[in-house]
């Protein structure tokens, strides 16, 4: 069975930063594509960063240069720098891990959600 935990949400003043982690347990788990999406109050999920098992990175615009994904793949865990936080940015902030299994497509695993409140 597989299980997959966030951590590190909270509240920062505008400016400020947080690191969110991820991490995905279960046995013979291999982790391939990673990412963190967020849903603010009254609107859809939206996507954030990816990153694939090789390193292959992509963000959306609105966080480039203030958000960095990381990874420690023997871990099967994920992190999320998160810097100069707006209000913005307020939001429940979800990651999601795949797992590979030799011959089957990827299985994406989501996390629970954790909040992040950007307020003065």
């Known amino acids: 069975q597989v299980q997959v935990a966030e951590s590190g949400g909270g509240t920062v003043q505008p400016g400020g930063s947080l690191r969110l982690s991820c991490a995905a347990s279960?046995?013979?788990?291999?982790?391939?594509?990673m990412g963190w999406y967020r849903q603010a109050t009254g609107t859809q999920r939206e996507w954030l960063v990816s990153?694939?098992?090789?390193?292959?990175?992509n963000y959306a615009d609105y966080v480039k240069g203030r958000f960095t994904i990381s990874r420690d793949s023997a871990k099967n865990t994920v992190y999320l720098q998160m810097n100069n936080l707006r209000p913005e940015d307020t939001a429940i902030y979800y990651c999601?891990?795949?797992?590979?299994?030799?011959?089957?497509?990827?299985?994406?695993?989501w996390g629970q959600g954790i909040q992040v409140t950007v307020s003065s």
């Open positions: 999601k891990i795949g797992r590979i299994r030799l011959g089957r497509p990827q299985t994406d695993y």
């Open positions: 279960g046995s013979d788990f291999r982790s391939g594509t």
């Open positions: 990153q694939t098992s090789g390193g292959a990175t």
